[in-house]
Each structure stands twice: as structure tokens, then as C-alpha cells.
């Protein structure tokens, strides 16, 4: 039912880079901001990104995001094992007048 | 600190209703917008619900709309949800967060940056 959508997986050893795509539509990457949440296990989301490619105080420089025409991505470089867990895109719709989530992509650390 | 504690979910029978609670602590409530989001059980986030500062406007997702509300009371600092109708679909862990919104002439930057920990509402007879 997502209409952002995110490979349901990735992964790499530590100190890898690892990329997560977002695609949408129109309605929502292509004209308004988008964000990045992380979700470590069991616990709830956090702000990761926002505006696209901003970082709040405390997110370590190694994630950084980036937005091209209706698709966002998400880059983690220098992977370390705390990164392990769920990272989900966001944006609002115009044509829903809502907020959509990706689908949720898993990281794991080989 | 900058607070959000959500309460009042619970086992409900389908057709049910519950109340959410969420009490805000650490910064001027009256001065941020706020909203609700779920998760149901292994899945993802879905947003529910989105209360206005500038004109108290409110926005609801398609599957929640006509049975949920959400209200704020700003001398509680408390943010609610209302939930009426409930189905076992609706089964999941409601968070609220505080809402960053900024629009200009041809986008709308909306994000979350404060979490609260959330509370789970089941609906199952």
C-alpha cells in the first residue's frame, strides 16, 4: 500500500558503503522534501535525515541523503555494526494530503 | 529533556473504541504541530493522523478516516487520539511525534524529529 517504494534489504561488511533507494512519484519526492527515519530493533524511529540531505545534531556524518527528479536516496559509508536495523523514506503527498513511508529497507552488517 | 509518552492503548474487541493519550514534556507544546503514526506488528510505519498549528486543520489517512480524531488540549500539553469503530487491521503501536513543517511556493518540507516510545493497541475478540 506504500507509495514510496525501497528494496526490502541490504547489506555489507563493516566499512563498506551501502546505498538505499526511494522511488515515488510526482505527488510527494518529486515536489516536496523528503526524510529519512531509522529504526534500530525494538525500539522507535528516529530522525535520520530531513530536507532531503540535513542531518540533526548527533547523526554521525557517515549518513548522508540525496534527492534526484521522484527519487531519493539514502547512503551510509564507514558501515559500522550499530547501523544495523530498519530505514524507511518519507515524504508528504499532495495528492493524498498525507505523510507516506517507504516500504522499509533492513540493513544488516555481514 | 524533550519528552513524549504515549498511553491508554490496551486489548480492544473489534468495533470497539480506545482513547490515546500523549503527554509532551521538555519545550512549548503550544508551539508544535504534531501527529500519529502506527506500526502493525512485522510491518511498516503508516502515518494516521496530522493536527495543524496555524489553523488547527486536521488530516487523516484514508483507512482511519471518519473513525479516528485527533485533538490537542495545550494547557495539558497533551496530545490525544480517538479511536472509534476499531478493527483488527488498526491492531498495532501507535506513536506520536512532534511535527517540523515548513511550506513554501512549490513544496512542503514535513518530518518528525521527536519520538515517543509508543503504546500498542490490539483489537481481537
Known amino acids: 500500500q506504500s507509495v514510496l517504494t525501497q528494496p526490502p534489504s541490504a547489506s555489507g561488511t563493516p566499512g563498506q558503503r551501502v546505498t538505499i533507494s526511494c522511488s515515488g512519484g510526482s505527488s510527494n519526492i518529486g515536489s516536496n522534501s523528503v526524510s529519512w527515519y531509522q529504526q534500530l530493533p525494538r525500539t522507535a524511529p528516529k530522525l535520520l535525515i530531513y530536507?532531503?540531505?540535513q542531518r540533526p545534531s548527533g547523526v554521525p556524518d557517515r549518513f548522508s541523503g540525496s534527492t534526484s527528479g521522484t527519487s531519493a536516496s539514502l547512503a551510509i559509508s564507514g558501515l559500522q555494526s550499530e547501523d544495523e536495523a530498519d530505514y524507511f523514506c518519507?515524504?508528504?503527498?499532495?495528492?493524498?494530503?498525507?505523510?507516506?513511508f517507504g516500504t522499509g529497507t533492513k540493513v544488516t552488517v555481514l | 529533556e524533550v519528552q513524549l509518552v504515549e498511553s491508554g492503548g490496551g486489548l480492544v474487541q473489534p468495533g470497539g473504541s480506545l482513547r490515546l493519550s500523549c503527554a509532551a514534556s521538555g519545550f512549548t507544546f503550544s508551539s508544535y504541530e504534531m501527529n500519529w503514526v502506527r506500526q502493525a506488528p512485522g510491518k511498516g510505519l503508516q502515518w494516521v493522523s496530522y493536527i495543524r498549528l496555524s489553523d488547527n486543520s486536521v488530516y487523516y489517512a484514508d483507512p482511519v478516516k471518519g473513525r479516528f480524531t485527533i485533538s490537542r488540549d495545550n494547557a495539558k500539553n497533551s496530545l490525544y487520539l480517538q479511536m472509534n469503530s476499531l478493527r483488527a487491521e488498526d491492531t498495532a503501536v501507535y506513536y506520536c511525534?512532534?511535527?517540523?513543517?515548513?511550506?513554501?511556493?512549490?513544496?512542503?518540507?514535513?518530518?518528525?524529529?521527536?519520538w515517543g516510545k509508543g503504546t500498542t493497541v490490539t483489537v481481537s475478540s
Open positions: 511525534a512532534r511535527v517540523r513543517s515548513m511550506s513554501t511556493e512549490s513544496s512542503f518540507n514535513y518530518y518528525m524529529d521527536v
Open positions: 530536507t532531503d540531505n
Open positions: 518519507a515524504a508528504w503527498d499532495d495528492r493524498l494530503h498525507g505523510y507516506v
